[in-house]
């Protein structure tokens, strides 16, 4: 009986430390774990709880629940429940040859951190359940009875959070594994909803006389839609479309495709169109987008000044109609996104913001996303309302959907203060208390179990939710010393 999961390990991970704590991490590098598709990563750690003589089981929702006992003389204290999710963020730069449903995540060393160069690393929240087996694994450890809540679709929309049932969970505690900055304690979280918008089109044949082309904008940092929203990168949705709006003034332009982004959850990093101009007008078209490629650039100095606007010869049998492509780029022109308003009560806390993260039109119709987050719950609703009523003025379909509340703030927390303590008697400096403008599941499990006493915390990620993600490699080891020091005192 191992006390990680079966299968090779990547030597990259073989001189890091807690060695428990990054084989585990190995494991989830290798095994694919899209949202919506985490069913055998889950089945293996169930596989491997269950070899190891631990409760492991799985709700109606697709969450995996592992039990353990409390070590000897720790039967009294209060129950814990580990917190994290199974699934990712799957990013990848469009140059790079990737498949998230079989191909494993390449990590490498540098600098002191652990990250992926082409795709997302899975740091989100991998590192959480890497340390939640590490713990379910070692035997050595004090600590009360424990539980492993272990959920799927966090990042697709909270499903696994959502389908949570109440009377399950046993423990008075709960330790959140998903945020991404060492030294914080978080207490509360932004709550949201999606906007998703479709419409319908009406195709027509390609104008004779014209010719197609491609113009691809990348080169963007993106990153994640709620921790880096009010870091004034470039959304590639909104570039591109201020592009395209200045070329329809200068030629006779036709849009036959309009795509951006991959995940409703992260800033979108690159986005490509596919028109048509007279034929002729192909020098003036690529001078005009030099143009645009040296004011963006220069807009975006000290930010995403490495942005790349690229046009190639494409071929297209259809294109929008006229009214179609004037309500999409009007819309999407109009449409808000970033930060709407910064908290009043939480210095240095965003309150409120929107971000377009998808986009996908052709000549037959389409639709876009927005993803909307609020520390008040009349926030993202206000803002949602908005999005919605700058479609309607078209006609074009919205829905409201997949509405999570936020997390409230208990500054009282007899757990937080636990938390400090014991980070204060470990590493000898005072941690810091935040709220994060992003979506934790500790909103809908706290609906559920109002009684549950929590606090969210973990080491440092850069990226999430880009390529390029990655982890501080002492972060972990201290996360891994904070979160056992503070199981055994628990029951102190």
Known sequence: MTNTLPGSIDPVFSTLEPAAVWAHFATLCRIPRQSKAEGGLRDEIQAWALARGLSATVDSAGNLLLRKAASRGMEEAPGVVLQAHLDMVCQKNSDTVHDFSRDPIQPLCRDGWLLAEDTTLGADNGIGVALILAVFADDSLTHGALEALLTVDEEAGMGGAHGLEGGLLQGQLLL?????????????????????????????????????????????????????????????????????????????????????????????????????????????????????????????????????????AASVAEVMSSDDQFIWLASLAAAPHGVRRRSLSVAGVVETSN?????????????????????????????????????????????????????????????????????????????????????????????????????????????????????????????????????????E
Not at 248 to 266: D, I, K, T, V, Y
Not at 282 to 307: C, F, I, K, P
Not at 405 to 411: E, Q, V, Y
């Open 176 to 312: 959140n594994l998903d945020t991404e900055e060492w030294g914080e304690f978080y207490l509360g979280c932004a709550g949201g909803m999606d906007v998703n918008v479709h419409r319908e089109g009406r195709a027509e044949a390609l104008p004779a006389g014209f010719t197609a082309w491609r113009i691809d904008l990348r080169g963007l940092r993106g990153g994640h839609s709620g921790i880096d929203i009010d870091a004034e990168r470039g959304n590639a949705i909104k570039l591109l479309v201020r592009v395209l709006r200045d070329l329809e003034s200068r030629f006779p332009l036709r849009l036959a495709a309009l795509n951006g982004g991959s995940a409703r959850n992260a800033l979108p990093r690159e986005a490509s169109a596919t028109l048509v101009v007279p034929v002729g007008d192909g020098d003036a078209l690529a001078a005009r987008l030099v143009a645009w490629q040296s004011l963006l650039r220069d807009e975006l100095r000290g930010v995403d000044e490495a942005l790349e606007i690229d046009l190639a």
């Open 355 to 491: 971000n377009l993260g998808m986009v996908s039109i052709t000549p037959s119709g389409g639709g876009c996303n927005f993803m909307v987050r609020s520390l008040i719950e009349s926030g993202s609703t206000a803002l949602a309302d908005e999005i919605v009523a700058l479609f309607a003025l078209s006609g074009t379909a919205v829905e409201k959907a997949g509405h999570y509340p936020g997390w409230t703030p208990n500054p009282a927390s007899p757990l937080l203060a636990l938390c400090q303590s014991v980070y204060r008697r470990q590493f000898g400096a005072e941690s810091t208390v935040q709220v994060i403008h992003a979506g934790l599941e500790c909103g809908l499990i706290a609906a559920r179990y109002p009684g549950l006493d929590m606090v969210s915390f973990g080491p440092t990620i850069r990226g999430a939710h880009a390529p390029g993600e990655r982890v501080e490699i002492a972060s972990v080891g201290r996360a891994w010393q904070l979160l056992t020091a503070i199981l055994a005192a628990i029951g």
